[in-house]
C-alpha cells in the first residue's frame, strides 16, 4: 500500500485535496486496482442475481423511497416520538448539534462509568465525528469488534468502503498485518485462519468491556426499537455483553414504524450482501431487567443533517440506508477505491452527502467531488430506495459553481475554465458566431493537426490528448455538406 | 436514411448546441439562454430526432431543471410539451416507428457500445442491435461488459483525466478482444472518447456512428 495513513478527510478539520489529485494516487496502485475490481467485480455480480429474483423489487424500492421521503419531510415529528419511545422504554436520549457535542456526551458517559476501555461495532456516524480519536485523547482505549474494522484499526487506516471497510486489502496483506500487531504465530493466509485469529483477540474484548458503543441502522420512532445489521455477530456481542450501551446515530436513520422493516430488510441483505436474509439482526428497545446492558443512552448527532434537509433535491441523499451497492457499481470507484473521496463516506453516494454535510464552499475536497462522476447512472440503477444520485450531482455541481461564481471575487472571474465556459454560451447562443467558430477553429488548429489527428492539445485541455488522439473539425462540416446538397440555409 | 424511409427532413440552422455540457459542468446559468433557444428552435416541428442519446436525455430529464433554476413557469411549460416530442435516432425508428429493417448494407465486422445515456436515461434497451441485426452484411459481434462506461462523461474527460483514461483503457481493451474492425454507439460524445483512445494506441479498430451504418447502401457505401 502506498496510500498515507491517517491522512485529515473532509470531516476534520483543515483543508482537504479534491478528488482528482488523490485519485491519482490510487490510481497507479496496482495491488489496489486488482483487490478492488476482484471484490467489486465479484459482489456486482451476486447482487444482481439476488436481486433478480425478487419479483415485486421495483415496487420494494419504490416503497423504500415512499417511506424514508415521509420520514425527511416530518423528521422533527418522528424525532420526538422515537426520544419518547426510548425514554419510555427506559433509554437516555441526547440531542447533539456537531461533532464536539457528540463526543463530549459519550466520552462522559464512558468516563461516568470508569472506564478505560470499550468495545465497537462498526459505525459510520462515529467515524465521521472522530469519535475513537476523541475517546483516546480522553485516555479510553477503543477495540472495534468488526473484522474489517478491525483490520483498518490495527493498520492505523481509514475504511474504504461503506460496508467492507477493508475491500482494498487482499489476505497476503492481512496476515502480515496479524502477524505484527496481534503476535500471532505460525498464521497462514487462509481466510479461516485470520477470522479464528481475530476471534480469539476479539473475545477477551467483549468479556472484560464494562461500555459498548454501537451505531444504528434504524430506529423505530412507533416503539423506541434500534435496530443494527451486520454479518459477523460481533455487533450482538458489543450490543448485549457490556453493561452500558451507547449508540450513535445520525438523526435521518429514524423511521415510522415496526412494519417498516418489512420493506428495509428486504432492501438491504439483498443491496449489500447479495444476501436473502440478514445473518446477524439485533435489536433492543430501552433497558430490560437482568438481560443485556442495563443502561442504555441513544445519542442523536445532527452535524449538518437539518441543513441538508432545506435543499429540496439534495436531501434524497439522507435516504440513504448505507447498503453500497452504488458504490460496488460504480466505475470511478472500481478505480479510485474509497480512500480517493478524502471522506468517511465514499463512492456516488459520498460524492453527494458528504459536501452535503460539511456545507459548500468551505473545502476544496468536497466541493470537488460532485465532479467525481461520469454521470453514467449505474448507481441510480442498483439503489434500493432509489435516490436519484446523478441527479443530485448534477444539482451539487450547479450549486458549487454558483457559489464560487458569486463569492469567489475576481479570481473566480478570471479562473480559465470559467471565462472558456462564459465565452462558448455566449458562441452557443448566437448561430453566427457558432458557425465562424467552427471556421475559425479549422484554420487555428493547423499547428495541431498531423496526419488527420491532433495528438496534443494547451493548456487544461491536455489532459485529453495525454492519452486520446482528438478528431480535427472537418473540411466540411454538416452544416457546409447539407447547404451545398439542400442548397438552403 | 430518414428520407428513405419516406420523412420530410429538416435541419433549423438557427439551433446551436442544447447547453448540456454547460448545465453538467455546473454552468447551469449559462445553460439557461441555450436551452430558451432550443425551444424557441423546435417547438413547431412534429418530431425532433438527434443522433445523441445524451442531449435527447438533457432535454427530456435535465430541461425541466433548468427552468425551474431560471425561476421561469411558461419556460416550464413549453419544456414539458417539446420534450415527449425529442427522440434519439433508434428510439425513434424502432419504438415510434416501428422499423427494425432501413434497408441498409454493411459489410463489416461490428461490435456496439450501449452509451450510458442511451441505456439507463433513455432506456433503449436493444433498440440499436435490432436495427443493426437487420443490416444485410453485416458481421455482429458481442462487446463483453458493454454496460460498463466508456469514461467519458463530458467534461469528466478533462477534470478528472486519469480516472476518465482508466475507463477508457478497459473499454479498449473489450472492443479489440472482439476482433471487431468498427466499434458502433449513439452518441458523438462517446465515439470521440473511445475513437480518440483507439487511434492514440494505434489500435487499427474504427468508430462509426449507428446513423452512418444505417445510412449506407448497397448503391453508397
Known sequence: ?489 | MLERLGHEVEFPFAQTCCGQMHFNTGYQREAIPLVRRFVEVFEPYEVVVSPSASCVGMVRELYPMAAGLAGDEGLRERVEALAPRVFELSEFLVRRLGVEDVGAYYPHRVTYHPTCHSLRMLKVGDAPLRLLRNVRGIDLVELPEAEECCGFGGTFAVKNADTSAAMLSDKCHNILSTGAEICTMVDNSCLMHIGGGLRRGRAGVETVHLAQILASTEERG
Open chain 1, 1 to 489: 500500500m502506498t496510500l498515507k495513513a491517517r491522512r485529515p478527510d473532509a470531516f476534520s478539520p483543515g483543508r482537504t485535496p479534491p478528488f482528482e489529485e488523490t485519485a491519482k494516487e490510487s490510481l497507479a496502485d496496482a495491488q489496489l486496482r486488482r483487490n478492488l475490481g476482484k471484490a467489486t467485480q465479484t459482489i456486482r455480480r451476486k447482487r444482481a442475481a439476488a436481486v433478480g429474483e425478487m419479483p415485486d423489487w421495483e415496487a420494494l424500492r419504490e416503497a423504500g423511497r415512499a417511506l424514508k421521503t415521509r420520514v425527511m419531510r416530518h423528521l422533527d415529528e418522528y424525532l420526538l416520538r422515537l426520544e419518547e419511545s426510548v425514554t419510555r422504554a427506559g433509554g437516555t436520549v441526547h440531542w447533539t448539534r456537531d461533532a464536539g457535542e457528540a463526543n463530549e456526551i459519550v466520552a462522559g458517559i464512558v468516563k461516568g462509568h470508569g472506564a478505560r476501555e470499550v468495545v465497537k461495532v462498526k459505525s459510520i456516524a462515529t467515524d465521521e465525528i472522530k469519535l475513537n480519536e476523541h475517546l483516546e485523547r480522553e485516555g479510553i482505549k477503543v477495540h472495534e469488534t468488526d473484522l474489517a474494522e478491525l483490520i483498518i484499526q490495527l493498520a492505523g487506516e481509514e475504511s474504504s468502503h461503506i460496508l467492507v471497510p477493508a475491500i482494498h486489502k487482499n489476505r497476503a496483506e492481512i496476515r502480515e498485518l496479524f502477524l505484527r500487531k496481534l503476535g500471532v504465530e505460525g498464521l497462514s493466509d487462509d481466510p479461516a485462519d485470520l477470522t479464528e485469529a481475530a476471534r480469539l483477540y476479539l473475545r477477551e474484548r467483549f468479556l472484560s468491556a464494562k461500555v459498548g458503543i454501537s451505531g444504528a441502522n434504524f430506529a423505530v420512532a412507533e416503539t423506541g426499537t434500534v435496530c443494527v445489521v451486520e454479518s459477523e455477530g460481533n455487533g450482538r456481542m458489543c450490543t448485549t455483553l457490556p453493561e452500558v450501551l451507547v449508540t450513535l446515530m445520525g438523526i435521518e436513520k429514524v423511521i415510522p414504524s415496526w412494519r417498516d422493516f418489512e420493506v428495509f430488510m428486504q432492501l438491504l441483505p439483498r443491496s449489500s450482501t447479495a444476501e436473502r436474509m440478514n445473518p446477524y439482526t439485533s435489536f433492543w428497545t430501552g433497558v430490560s431487567e437482568g438481560d443485556g446492558p442495563q443502561e442504555f443512552h441513544l445519542v442523536l448527532l445532527d452535524n449538518g443533517r437539518t441543513n441538508v434537509l432545506e435543499d429540496e433535491r439534495g436531501r434524497q441523499a439522507l435516504n440513504c440506508i448505507r447498503c453500497s451497492a452504488c458504490l460496488n457499481v460504480c466505475p470511478v470507484y472500481e478505480r479510485t477505491g474509497g480512500h480517493a473521496y478524502n471522506s468517511v463516506y465514499p463512492g456516488p453516494i459520498g460524492a453527494i452527502l458528504t459536501p452535503q454535510l460539511v456545507g459548500i464552499g468551505r473545502d476544496p475536497g468536497p466541493d470537488s467531488l460532485p465532479w467525481a462522476s461520469s454521470l453514467c447512472g449505474a448507481c441510480y440503477e442498483v439503489c434500493p430506495v432509489k435516490i436519484n444520485i446523478p441527479e443530485v450531482l448534477i444539482h451539487l455541481r450547479g450549486k458549487v459553481t454558483r457559489h464560487k461564481q458569486d463569492r469567489g471575487g475576481l479570481s473566480a472571474k478570471l479562473n480559465p475554465e470559467n471565462a472558456a465556459m462564459r465565452a462558448m454560451a455566449r458562441v452557443f447562443s448566437d448561430p453566427r458566431l457558432y458557425e465562424l467558430a467552427q471556421k475559425a477553429a479549422r484554420v487555428g488548429q493547423w499547428p495541431l493537426a498531423r496526419g488527420g489527428s491532433i495528438r496534443h492539445l494547451p493548456g487544461r485541455l491536455a489532459g485529453w490528448t495525454e492519452v486520446r488522439d482528438l478528431k480535427p473539425v472537418p473540411r466540411q462540416t454538416f452544416r457546409e455538406w447539407w447547404r451545398e446538397s439542400r442548397g438552403e440555409g
